[in-house]
């Protein structure tokens, strides 16, 4: 089992940033894929961003905006999020991959007022 701890999330007013950290502890063997997703109110949950063998990938409403970062050594995910948007708004959550087996965090709540 691996477990996944998320913490960053908060209040911000629209063009502010927050930073997400997500820690990974457990059976860590080898952790190929991590990854960021949101969930907002009455929407499916959505990929924000992924690191895959050091290479990142974003969806098309948060490119140039957000950055991610995985840090090996302290088993660490990480998502810069600048010029933050009200659409921006939901519940964030950390997903590793590991030998197939997929894992979440219970999330982080990002709020982006007007």
């Known amino acids: 089992q691996v477990q996944l701890v998320e913490s960053g999330g908060g209040l911000v007013q629209a063009g502010g940033s927050l930073r997400l950290s997500c820690v990974a502890s457990?059976?860590?063997?080898?952790?190929?894929?991590m990854g960021w997703y949101r969930q907002a109110p009455g929407k499916q949950r959505e990929l924000v961003a992924s690191?895959?063998?050091?290479?990142?990938g974003y969806a098309n409403p948060v490119k140039g905006r957000f950055t991610i970062s995985r840090d090996n050594a302290k088993n660490t995910v990480y998502l810069q999020m600048n010029s933050l948007k009200p659409e921006d708004t939901a519940i964030y959550y950390c997903?590793?991959?590991?030998?197939?087996?997929?894992?979440w965090g219970q999330g982080t709540q990002v709020t982006v007022s007007s």
């Open positions: 997903n590793v991959l590991q030998f197939g087996d997929s894992y």
């Open positions: 457990g059976n860590i063997f080898s952790i190929n894929d």
């Open positions: 690191v895959t063998s050091g290479i990142p």
